[in-house]
């Protein structure tokens, strides 16, 4: 099992920025990719970025690239978002997610087996 818990969502307005955490517990070694998903009321879950554990390598909504980074920090068993530019249709739950890259192809999720409880990210014009 892995245990996932976010920190730093907030209420922000737009063109702000705010830096999420993600921090892993439990048996991490058996995933290789760490990510977020957001969901907005009404919508769909949807990946926004992830990162291999391994080779660092990234992959990003085309919605947020350009404005967001995904870090990760093995040695804390630590990730983290960075969000820069936001916007109002940012707003979201915003979830950590661990497993097996890739873990979304398109509107797909695929190799998600963990999730955290997800942070509220609110962002207004």
């Known amino acids: 099992q892995v245990q996932l818990v976010e920190s730093g969502g907030g209420s922000v307005q737009a063109g702000g920025s705010l830096r999420l955490s993600c921090a892993a517990s439990?048996?991490?070694?058996?995933?290789?990719?760490m990510g977020w998903f957001r969901q907005a009321p009404e919508k769909e879950r949807e990946g926004v970025a992830a990162?291999?554990?391994?080779?660092?390598?990234?992959a990003y909504a085309d919605s947020v690239k350009g404005r967001f980074t995904i870090s990760r920090d093995n040695a804390k068993n630590m990730m983290y978002l960075q969000m820069n530019s936001l916007k109002p249709d940012d707003t979201a739950m915003y979830y950590c997610?661990?497993?097996?890259?890739?873990?979304?192809?398109?509107?797909?999720?695929?190799?998600?087996?963990?999730w955290g409880q997800g942070t509220q990210v609110t962002v207004s014009s």
């Open positions: 997610a661990a497993g097996f890259c890739p873990l979304w192809v398109g509107p797909t999720r695929r190799g998600v087996n963990y």
């Open positions: 439990g048996y991490t070694y058996s995933t290789n990719c």
């Open positions: 990162i291999s554990l391994a080779g660092g390598s990234t």
